[in-house]
Protein backbone atom coordinates (compact mmCIF):
# COMPACT_ATOMS: atom_id res chain seq x y z
CA UNK A 1 0.00 0.00 0.00
CA UNK A 2 1.39 3.35 -0.99
CA UNK A 3 -0.03 6.72 0.19
CA UNK A 4 1.98 9.71 -1.19
CA UNK A 5 1.93 12.75 0.56
CA UNK A 6 -0.60 15.44 -0.55
CA UNK A 7 1.42 18.58 -1.56
CA UNK A 8 0.48 21.76 -3.48
CA UNK A 9 4.08 21.42 -5.54
CA UNK A 10 6.01 18.41 -5.85
CA UNK A 11 8.54 17.04 -3.30
CA UNK A 12 11.70 14.53 -3.00
CA UNK A 13 9.63 10.92 -4.12
CA UNK A 14 11.39 9.61 -1.04
CA UNK A 15 10.05 12.40 1.45
CA UNK A 16 6.68 12.18 -0.06
CA UNK A 17 6.64 8.18 0.27
CA UNK A 18 7.47 7.99 3.80
CA UNK A 19 4.79 6.71 5.72
CA UNK A 20 4.09 5.24 9.16
CA UNK A 21 2.41 1.85 7.73
CA UNK A 22 1.68 -1.18 10.37
CA UNK A 23 1.87 -4.22 7.83
CA UNK A 24 4.72 -5.77 7.81
CA UNK A 25 5.81 -8.78 6.03
CA UNK A 26 6.84 -11.39 8.72
CA UNK A 27 8.57 -13.49 6.16
CA UNK A 28 10.86 -11.13 3.83
CA UNK A 29 14.55 -10.53 5.58
CA UNK A 30 16.13 -7.42 5.58
CA UNK A 31 20.06 -7.59 4.96
CA UNK A 32 22.87 -7.08 6.71
CA UNK A 33 23.97 -4.77 4.20
CA UNK A 34 20.19 -2.72 4.70
CA UNK A 35 20.56 -2.71 8.12
CA UNK A 36 24.12 -0.67 7.85
CA UNK A 37 22.62 1.52 4.88
CA UNK A 38 20.01 2.64 8.04
CA UNK A 39 22.67 3.35 10.10
CA UNK A 40 25.16 4.95 7.80
CA UNK A 41 22.08 7.48 7.08
CA UNK A 42 21.08 8.74 10.74
CA UNK A 43 25.07 8.94 11.00
CA UNK A 44 25.43 11.56 8.49
CA UNK A 45 22.81 13.56 9.98
CA UNK A 46 23.64 17.26 10.59
CA UNK A 47 23.97 18.10 14.42
CA UNK A 48 24.84 21.21 16.85
CA UNK A 49 28.63 21.21 16.81
CA UNK A 50 28.84 18.13 14.43
CA UNK A 51 27.95 16.57 18.17
CA UNK A 52 26.53 13.21 16.94
CA UNK A 53 24.26 13.15 19.88
CA UNK A 54 21.89 10.36 19.11
CA UNK A 55 22.30 6.59 19.98
CA UNK A 56 20.84 3.85 18.51
CA UNK A 57 19.88 0.34 19.60
CA UNK A 58 19.16 -2.16 16.60
CA UNK A 59 17.19 -4.89 17.32
CA UNK A 60 17.52 -7.54 14.66
CA UNK A 61 14.92 -10.93 14.59
CA UNK A 62 16.94 -12.72 12.07
CA UNK A 63 20.20 -12.77 13.92
CA UNK A 64 18.91 -12.19 17.68
CA UNK A 65 15.61 -13.05 18.67
CA UNK A 66 15.78 -13.47 22.24
CA UNK A 67 16.82 -9.26 22.44
CA UNK A 68 14.06 -8.10 19.74
CA UNK A 69 11.54 -9.96 22.06
CA UNK A 70 13.08 -8.28 24.79
CA UNK A 71 12.53 -4.98 22.53
CA UNK A 72 9.19 -6.14 21.85
CA UNK A 73 8.23 -6.69 25.15
CA UNK A 74 8.66 -2.80 25.82
CA UNK A 75 6.42 -1.47 23.41
CA UNK A 76 2.70 -1.06 24.68
CA UNK A 77 0.20 -3.63 23.56
CA UNK A 78 -1.86 -1.30 20.65
CA UNK A 79 2.01 -1.02 19.08
CA UNK A 80 2.87 -4.90 20.01
CA UNK A 81 -0.77 -5.64 17.70
CA UNK A 82 1.11 -4.75 14.24
CA UNK A 83 4.83 -4.85 14.97
CA UNK A 84 4.73 -8.47 15.79
CA UNK A 85 5.29 -8.84 11.94
CA UNK A 86 7.95 -6.21 11.69
CA UNK A 87 11.86 -7.86 11.77
CA UNK A 88 13.70 -4.96 13.17
CA UNK A 89 13.62 -2.52 15.81
CA UNK A 90 15.46 0.13 16.90
CA UNK A 91 15.86 2.50 19.75
CA UNK A 92 16.49 6.69 19.24
CA UNK A 93 18.24 7.78 22.26
CA UNK A 94 19.53 11.19 23.02
CA UNK A 95 22.33 12.28 24.32
CA UNK A 96 21.35 15.10 27.27
CA UNK A 97 25.30 16.27 27.32
CA UNK A 98 28.00 17.38 24.88
CA UNK A 99 30.37 15.19 23.99
CA UNK A 100 33.02 17.67 23.27
CA UNK A 101 32.60 19.33 26.49
CA UNK A 102 30.36 17.57 28.65
CA UNK A 103 27.79 20.56 29.15
CA UNK A 104 23.98 20.64 28.51
CA UNK A 105 23.18 20.08 24.92
CA UNK A 106 19.89 21.98 24.42
CA UNK A 107 19.93 20.58 20.89
CA UNK A 108 20.32 16.17 21.24
CA UNK A 109 16.90 15.60 21.40
CA UNK A 110 16.44 17.85 17.92
CA UNK A 111 19.56 16.52 15.95
CA UNK A 112 18.11 12.76 17.28
CA UNK A 113 15.07 13.83 15.69
CA UNK A 114 17.11 14.44 12.08
CA UNK A 115 18.72 11.26 12.62
CA UNK A 116 15.89 9.24 13.02
CA UNK A 117 13.90 10.68 10.11
CA UNK A 118 17.21 10.06 8.11
CA UNK A 119 16.71 6.34 9.36
CA UNK A 120 13.12 6.21 8.49
CA UNK A 121 13.95 8.01 4.88
CA UNK A 122 16.84 5.39 3.81
CA UNK A 123 14.20 2.56 4.74
CA UNK A 124 11.84 4.01 2.32
CA UNK A 125 14.52 4.59 -0.60
CA UNK A 126 15.18 0.78 -0.25
CA UNK A 127 11.40 -0.06 -0.58
CA UNK A 128 11.22 -0.81 3.80
CA UNK A 129 8.88 0.72 5.68
CA UNK A 130 9.52 2.64 8.92
CA UNK A 131 7.49 3.09 11.73
CA UNK A 132 8.44 5.45 14.70
CA UNK A 133 6.59 4.92 18.38
CA UNK A 134 6.53 6.78 21.53
CA UNK A 135 4.12 3.86 22.62
CA UNK A 136 6.83 1.87 24.48
CA UNK A 137 8.12 1.82 28.56
CA UNK A 138 11.22 3.81 28.95
CA UNK A 139 11.57 3.17 32.41
CA UNK A 140 11.48 -0.51 31.25
CA UNK A 141 13.72 -0.09 27.86
CA UNK A 142 16.59 1.68 30.30
CA UNK A 143 16.30 -1.21 32.48
CA UNK A 144 16.57 -4.35 30.86
CA UNK A 145 18.70 -2.57 28.21
CA UNK A 146 21.53 -0.39 30.64
CA UNK A 147 20.93 2.44 29.61
CA UNK A 148 22.52 5.66 31.43
CA UNK A 149 20.22 8.25 32.73
CA UNK A 150 22.55 11.05 30.51
CA UNK A 151 20.13 9.27 27.60
CA UNK A 152 16.71 10.09 26.90
CA UNK A 153 14.74 7.46 25.43
CA UNK A 154 12.66 9.27 22.45
CA UNK A 155 11.89 6.81 20.37
CA UNK A 156 11.10 2.72 19.11
CA UNK A 157 10.76 2.52 15.19
CA UNK A 158 9.62 -0.69 13.77
CA UNK A 159 11.25 -1.77 10.26
CA UNK A 160 10.53 -4.25 7.68
CA UNK A 161 9.02 -4.61 4.04
CA UNK A 162 5.07 -3.54 3.66
CA UNK A 163 3.11 -6.29 3.16
CA UNK A 164 -0.58 -6.50 2.02
CA UNK A 165 -3.07 -4.59 4.54
CA UNK A 166 -5.12 -7.96 4.82
CA UNK A 167 -2.36 -8.90 7.41
CA UNK A 168 -4.72 -5.93 9.85
CA UNK A 169 -7.18 -6.18 11.48
CA UNK A 170 -9.20 -4.07 13.95
CA UNK A 171 -7.84 -0.51 14.51
CA UNK A 172 -4.57 -1.00 13.07
CA UNK A 173 -6.27 -2.03 9.99
CA UNK A 174 -8.59 0.97 10.31
CA UNK A 175 -5.83 3.23 10.74
CA UNK A 176 -3.72 2.40 7.88
CA UNK A 177 -6.51 2.60 5.60
CA UNK A 178 -7.69 6.60 6.80
CA UNK A 179 -6.28 9.03 4.50
CA UNK A 180 -3.21 10.88 5.46
CA UNK A 181 -3.70 13.81 6.33
CA UNK A 182 -1.46 17.55 7.75
CA UNK A 183 -2.48 21.14 9.16
CA UNK A 184 -2.48 23.67 6.51
CA UNK A 185 0.39 24.97 5.53
CA UNK A 186 -0.35 28.37 7.17
CA UNK A 187 -0.91 27.18 10.53
CA UNK A 188 2.97 25.75 11.09
CA UNK A 189 4.53 28.39 8.74
CA UNK A 190 4.74 31.67 8.80
CA UNK A 191 5.96 34.31 6.40
CA UNK A 192 8.49 37.08 7.76
CA UNK A 193 7.07 37.12 11.13
CA UNK A 194 5.23 34.81 13.59
CA UNK A 195 1.86 33.85 12.91
CA UNK A 196 1.44 35.13 9.55
CA UNK A 197 0.55 32.56 7.24
CA UNK A 198 3.37 31.73 4.65
CA UNK A 199 0.71 29.99 2.27
CA UNK B 1 31.05 21.91 -4.10
CA UNK B 2 30.34 18.59 -3.70
CA UNK B 3 31.19 16.52 -0.36
CA UNK B 4 29.13 13.42 -0.46
CA UNK B 5 29.38 11.14 3.14
CA UNK B 6 31.28 8.54 2.95
CA UNK B 7 29.71 5.12 4.06
CA UNK B 8 30.05 1.65 4.11
CA UNK B 9 27.39 1.15 2.05
CA UNK B 10 25.44 2.98 -0.65
CA UNK B 11 22.77 5.91 1.04
CA UNK B 12 19.90 7.17 -0.72
CA UNK B 13 21.74 10.45 -2.79
CA UNK B 14 19.88 13.03 -1.09
CA UNK B 15 20.92 12.09 2.26
CA UNK B 16 24.38 11.33 1.06
CA UNK B 17 24.74 14.96 -0.78
CA UNK B 18 23.15 16.64 1.97
CA UNK B 19 26.06 19.11 3.38
CA UNK B 20 26.34 22.23 5.41
CA UNK B 21 28.21 24.18 3.08
CA UNK B 22 28.50 27.97 3.46
CA UNK B 23 29.54 29.53 0.41
CA UNK B 24 26.17 30.61 -0.90
CA UNK B 25 25.09 32.57 -4.25
CA UNK B 26 23.54 35.63 -3.99
CA UNK B 27 22.50 36.11 -6.66
CA UNK B 28 20.79 33.17 -7.94
CA UNK B 29 16.73 33.36 -6.57
CA UNK B 30 14.74 30.71 -4.97
CA UNK B 31 11.28 30.71 -6.36
CA UNK B 32 7.82 30.63 -4.34
CA UNK B 33 7.31 27.22 -5.85
CA UNK B 34 10.93 25.92 -4.27
CA UNK B 35 9.79 27.75 -1.13
CA UNK B 36 6.46 26.17 -0.65
CA UNK B 37 8.19 22.28 -2.22
CA UNK B 38 10.76 23.18 1.36
CA UNK B 39 8.06 23.74 3.81
CA UNK B 40 5.87 20.65 2.51
CA UNK B 41 8.87 18.70 3.13
CA UNK B 42 9.14 19.61 6.79
CA UNK B 43 4.95 19.19 6.72
CA UNK B 44 4.29 15.82 5.75
CA UNK B 45 7.37 14.44 8.59
CA UNK B 46 6.38 11.87 10.86
CA UNK B 47 5.24 13.31 14.65
CA UNK B 48 4.61 12.06 17.99
CA UNK B 49 0.18 11.22 18.03
CA UNK B 50 0.52 13.59 14.65
CA UNK B 51 0.51 16.38 16.48
CA UNK B 52 3.23 18.37 14.44
CA UNK B 53 4.75 20.39 16.73
CA UNK B 54 7.01 22.44 14.16
CA UNK B 55 6.59 25.74 13.84
CA UNK B 56 8.41 27.75 10.94
CA UNK B 57 9.29 31.56 9.85
CA UNK B 58 10.72 31.62 6.59
CA UNK B 59 12.12 35.16 5.79
CA UNK B 60 12.65 35.67 1.92
CA UNK B 61 15.30 38.59 1.07
CA UNK B 62 13.99 39.04 -2.67
CA UNK B 63 10.34 39.78 -1.39
CA UNK B 64 11.32 41.31 2.45
CA UNK B 65 14.52 42.79 2.53
CA UNK B 66 13.81 44.31 6.00
CA UNK B 67 11.89 41.14 7.57
CA UNK B 68 15.14 38.97 6.29
CA UNK B 69 17.61 41.18 8.11
CA UNK B 70 16.10 41.57 11.41
CA UNK B 71 16.57 38.11 11.23
CA UNK B 72 20.32 37.86 10.16
CA UNK B 73 20.56 40.25 12.85
CA UNK B 74 19.59 37.66 15.49
CA UNK B 75 22.91 35.37 14.26
CA UNK B 76 26.42 35.17 16.31
CA UNK B 77 28.90 37.41 13.62
CA UNK B 78 30.92 34.10 12.80
CA UNK B 79 27.48 32.64 11.11
CA UNK B 80 26.91 36.03 9.61
CA UNK B 81 30.32 36.17 7.79
CA UNK B 82 28.61 33.23 5.47
CA UNK B 83 25.30 33.95 5.83
CA UNK B 84 25.38 36.95 4.26
CA UNK B 85 24.89 35.75 0.53
CA UNK B 86 21.72 33.15 1.73
CA UNK B 87 18.86 34.43 -0.37
CA UNK B 88 16.60 32.60 2.63
CA UNK B 89 16.57 32.32 6.22
CA UNK B 90 14.17 29.83 8.24
CA UNK B 91 13.82 29.43 12.24
CA UNK B 92 12.77 26.11 13.07
CA UNK B 93 10.55 26.13 16.21
CA UNK B 94 9.03 23.22 18.62
CA UNK B 95 6.06 23.57 20.56
CA UNK B 96 6.44 22.42 23.88
CA UNK B 97 2.52 21.25 24.57
CA UNK B 98 0.74 18.77 22.62
CA UNK B 99 -2.08 20.30 20.18
CA UNK B 100 -4.62 17.78 20.75
CA UNK B 101 -4.72 18.06 24.74
CA UNK B 102 -2.25 20.62 26.00
CA UNK B 103 -0.19 18.59 27.55
CA UNK B 104 3.46 18.53 27.79
CA UNK B 105 4.72 17.34 24.43
CA UNK B 106 7.81 15.67 25.19
CA UNK B 107 8.67 14.95 21.80
CA UNK B 108 8.44 18.48 20.48
CA UNK B 109 11.98 19.23 19.86
CA UNK B 110 12.76 15.52 18.11
CA UNK B 111 9.74 16.01 15.71
CA UNK B 112 11.37 19.62 15.15
CA UNK B 113 14.39 18.00 14.01
CA UNK B 114 13.19 15.25 11.86
CA UNK B 115 10.92 18.59 9.81
CA UNK B 116 13.84 20.67 9.69
CA UNK B 117 15.56 17.60 8.52
CA UNK B 118 13.16 16.98 5.91
CA UNK B 119 13.76 20.58 4.75
CA UNK B 120 16.94 20.45 4.42
CA UNK B 121 16.96 16.82 2.44
CA UNK B 122 14.25 18.86 0.02
CA UNK B 123 16.87 21.29 -1.28
CA UNK B 124 19.57 19.23 -1.47
CA UNK B 125 17.10 17.19 -3.88
CA UNK B 126 16.32 20.71 -5.28
CA UNK B 127 20.35 21.59 -6.21
CA UNK B 128 19.71 23.99 -3.06
CA UNK B 129 22.20 23.99 -0.20
CA UNK B 130 20.65 24.50 3.43
CA UNK B 131 22.67 25.01 6.49
CA UNK B 132 21.23 24.89 10.26
CA UNK B 133 22.72 27.28 12.53
CA UNK B 134 22.30 26.71 16.45
CA UNK B 135 24.57 30.23 16.94
CA UNK B 136 21.95 32.94 17.01
CA UNK B 137 20.51 34.88 19.77
CA UNK B 138 17.39 33.05 20.75
CA UNK B 139 15.99 35.91 23.32
CA UNK B 140 16.50 38.73 20.66
CA UNK B 141 14.81 36.27 18.27
CA UNK B 142 11.62 35.52 19.77
CA UNK B 143 11.33 39.69 21.37
CA UNK B 144 11.68 40.80 17.63
CA UNK B 145 9.73 38.25 16.12
CA UNK B 146 6.80 37.83 19.32
CA UNK B 147 7.37 34.36 19.91
CA UNK B 148 5.09 32.79 22.81
CA UNK B 149 6.99 31.13 25.75
CA UNK B 150 5.31 27.80 24.25
CA UNK B 151 7.57 27.50 22.12
CA UNK B 152 11.34 26.28 22.13
CA UNK B 153 13.41 28.44 19.10
CA UNK B 154 15.85 25.57 17.90
CA UNK B 155 17.50 26.64 15.18
CA UNK B 156 17.86 29.13 12.24
CA UNK B 157 18.35 27.62 8.70
CA UNK B 158 20.07 29.39 5.52
CA UNK B 159 19.10 28.25 2.04
CA UNK B 160 20.52 29.32 -1.26
CA UNK B 161 21.95 28.03 -4.33
CA UNK B 162 25.81 27.02 -3.38
CA UNK B 163 28.36 29.11 -4.61
CA UNK B 164 32.17 29.08 -5.50
CA UNK B 165 34.43 28.73 -2.47
CA UNK B 166 36.12 31.47 -3.56
CA UNK B 167 32.82 34.06 -2.22
CA UNK B 168 34.48 32.61 0.96
CA UNK B 169 37.55 33.38 3.28
CA UNK B 170 39.36 32.82 6.64
CA UNK B 171 37.58 30.55 8.80
CA UNK B 172 34.67 29.74 6.70
CA UNK B 173 36.76 29.10 4.22
CA UNK B 174 38.51 26.87 6.04
CA UNK B 175 35.73 25.16 7.56
CA UNK B 176 34.28 24.95 3.53
CA UNK B 177 37.27 22.76 2.46
CA UNK B 178 38.28 20.59 5.47
CA UNK B 179 37.24 16.88 5.10
CA UNK B 180 33.73 15.62 6.32
CA UNK B 181 33.69 13.46 9.35
CA UNK B 182 31.33 11.15 11.66
CA UNK B 183 32.39 9.22 14.72
CA UNK B 184 32.98 5.42 13.86
CA UNK B 185 29.36 3.44 13.27
CA UNK B 186 30.05 1.09 16.72
CA UNK B 187 30.55 4.00 18.74
CA UNK B 188 26.65 5.56 18.26
CA UNK B 189 25.15 2.26 17.07
CA UNK B 190 24.35 -0.62 19.08
CA UNK B 191 23.44 -4.27 18.17
CA UNK B 192 20.93 -5.77 21.02
CA UNK B 193 21.97 -3.88 23.47
CA UNK B 194 23.83 -0.75 24.83
CA UNK B 195 27.10 0.06 24.21
CA UNK B 196 27.76 -2.97 22.36
CA UNK B 197 29.16 -1.86 18.63
CA UNK B 198 26.29 -2.55 15.70
CA UNK B 199 29.21 -2.73 12.78
Known amino acids: MKKPAITQVPIDGTISNRWSGRAYDAGKAVSRDQIIALLEAARWAPSCFGDQPWRFIVWDR?????AWQKAF????????AW????PLLFLAAADSLFNHNGKENRW???DTGAAAENLCLQATAMGLMAHQMGGFDAEKTREVFG???QYSLMAMIAVGYP??????NGEALERETAPRSRRPLGELFFN??????AA
Not at 83 to 86: G, Q, T, Y
Not at 192 to 197: A, D, Q, V
Open 147 to 149: IPQ
Open 83 to 86: VKDA
Open 192 to 197: GTWGKP
Open 73 to 80: DCLVPGNQ
Open 62 to 66: ATDAA
Open 163 to 168: ADIGTL
Open 108 to 110: GQY
